[in-house]
């Protein structure tokens, strides 16, 4: 078939939607010191990693995977203090988890986020024909607008609004009285995604009894284990049992499974690394403040938002990545992003190396 009428094809077959998406784009990170993308820096100590390593040894690879990965799920719920009669939905990474929830959603229903926030519940709610509406943050601190939320929850009647708590890629913490406002005021689902909660001292979770339309959504990938791609969701059992319908069978391999599950029985690494994690958040934050026309914002989760000099952004990222970090340029976003990168924090050694090679971008 040729170039010609393979494009055509293309044209004839796929949904005008699909044709007019961007695909999600991950930048090469080799030879570089990454922190591009929330992962938490630590290695696991030599111990730890043999000890895991032996539980694979006979792990029954010519099998399917446990379809309900019972012991993964027994796990989680004692971790997060869920009652055994709250039902837990996994997936493979929580982007899967969002695909799910929109899926089940009626043709034509209405999806509902702030903006900027996780770029992945505008995506798949385009991929899926559905209509996503974004409430702008507020400028000065990110914060959410609630008049406008409510305004938008009011005319449009969202299937299911989705709240990152702390927001990506501002880092920051939503006022819990207007999360609970827009809670009660949802016609739908009100998704918690709280990806970032190993880091944030706060969490809506013991709120699940509270409300029948609240689903809380987390991963294991920023604790430590983004490797093994596995988010989870908690909420009523209502509407838990109906995205399981959605579920393909085995979702979440067997070495994932037991993976995880020996990972969480050792939590107290991953609480003192993200203890680490947050130390480092503060020093790096008071050394972003201290440089002339640099202005962090206060941030709740492993990654500092900041914004530069006007114009900068692009030229700033550059010059830092030449100096062998990778961070996130967020000024092509353009409006509340504008000028704006994120780092995501590291070891201290990368951290100062960050912080070097960007002073010594802004003074040349």
């Not at 929830?101 to 043709?107: D, G, I, Q, V, Y």
């Not at 070495?255 to 690494?269: D, N, P, R, Y």
């Not at 924090?345 to 990368?350: A, K, L, R, Y």
Request: with cysteine.
């Amino acid at each position: 078939m040729d170039t010609c009428s393979a494009n055509d094809l293309t044209g004839k077959l796929l949904r005008p939607e699909i044709l007019a998406l961007t695909a999600y784009h991950v930048t090469d990170a080799s030879g570089l010191i990454k922190l591009d993308a929330m992962e938490n820096p630590y290695p696991w100590p030599e111990g730890l990693t043999t000890e895991w390593l032996e539980s694979l040894r006979h792990c029954p690879i010519n099998r399917y995977p446990d379809p309900e990965a019972k012991a993964v799920t027994a796990i989680i719920r004692q971790l997060n203090k869920l009652p055994d009669d709250t039902p837990v939905l996994l997936g493979n990474g929580s982007d899967e988890i969002i695909q799910i929830l929109l899926m089940a959603l009626k043709p034509g229903s209405t999806v509902l986020a702030p903006e900027p926030t996780f770029v992945m519940y505008r995506q798949i709610s385009q991929s899926l024909g559905l209509n996503y509406h974004a409430v702008p943050l507020q400028a000065d601190n990110f914060a959410l607008d609630l008049t406008k939320t409510l305004e938008a929850i009011s005319r449009f009647q969202p299937g299911i609004i989705f709240l990152a708590y702390p927001n990506n890629p501002s880092g920051n913490l939503f006022a819990d009285d207007s999360i609970h406002a827009i809670i009660k005021a949802a016609p739908g689902l009100v998704v918690l995604d709280e990806a970032y909660s190993p880091f944030a001292g706060a969490s809506f979770i013991n709120a699940l009894p509270d409300y029948n339309n609240l689903l809380i959504m987390r991963t294991v990938s920023k604790l430590g284990l983004a490797g093994l791609r596995l988010g989870y969701l908690a909420g009523p059992r209502s509407i838990v049992e109906q995205l399981n319908k959605i579920r393909l069978p085995y979702n979440i391999n067997s070495l994932t499974q037991i993976s995880v599950e020996f990972a969480l029985k050792h939590s107290v690494i991953f609480e003192q690394q993200a203890s680490a994690i947050c130390a480092e958040r503060t020093r790096v934050s008071r050394h972003l403040a201290s440089l002339t026309g640099i202005t962090p914002y206060p941030s709740s989760a492993n990654f500092i938002l900041f914004k530069t000099p006007r114009g900068k952004a692009p030229e700033i990222f550059q010059a830092i990545k030449e100096q062998g970090v990778l961070i996130k340029n967020l000024a092509s976003q353009n409006g509340l992003l504008a000028d704006c990168l994120r780092v995501t924090i590291g070891t201290p050694d990368e951290n100062s190396q960050f912080l070097n090679g960007l002073e010594k971008t802004l003074t040349y």
